[in-house]
């Protein structure tokens, strides 16, 4: 590497790994807005921008932030947010690991299908501060196109504070890069 030159100028963008072209329809960035409601919450819409990148190694890196949105059309405080990797298996099968900064770990197990993805919780641990997450399944997929392009939509079904599993959040996103 120049002396002096940053690395993110001598980095080039690595080539896909093989292992995750069933999961390239989700590379990039993904913005939008979706509704979240839940028994022991108030129902309440949020923005949010989810990120797909890769460094060449057989895994997607995942980030997902929400913000509020207020009656007003802005947006508020923060919510929810997750990090984690997508790790393909064989057999279009697909492993997530997600972490959340309220004290929840997820692992996720699903498979792949054209563009689709479909996951349910296989553990769920927590910390003795965070609140009681027993289970969540997933869908994310592309949608119908539109105007030459599709956004991704998806879906979460939680179980907690005593609640069986059901509905709990859904978005749509636009691809932004």
Do not use: C
């Amino acid at each position: 590497m120049p002396s002096g030159a940053p690395l993110r100028s001598v980095v080039m963008e690595p080539e896909l790994h093989p292992d995750l072209k069933p999961l390239e329809f989700l590379l990039g960035t993904w913005e939008g807005a979706g509704v979240g409601d839940y028994p022991t919450i108030d129902a309440f819409n949020f923005g949010q921008e989810i990120s797909f990148t890769h460094n060449g190694k057989p895994f997607l890196i995942y980030s997902s932030r929400t913000w509020l949105i207020e009656e007003d059309g802005s947006l508020g405080r923060p919510l929810g947010t997750e990090t984690g990797y997508w790790r393909p298996q064989p057999g279009n099968q697909v492993e997530v690991t997600l972490a959340h900064p309220t004290g929840i770990v997820e692992i996720y197990v699903g498979n792949v299908a054209f563009h689709r993805v479909e996951l349910q919780t296989d553990v769920v641990a927590r910390t003795s501060s965070a609140k009681e997450v027993t289970a969540g399944r997933r869908l994310y997929g592309l949608m119908p196109e539109k105007d030459g392009k599709r956004d991704l939509g998806w879906v979460y079904e939680m179980a907690a504070m005593g609640q069986p599993l059901q509905a709990h959040l859904s978005a749509q996103l636009k691809k932004i890069d």
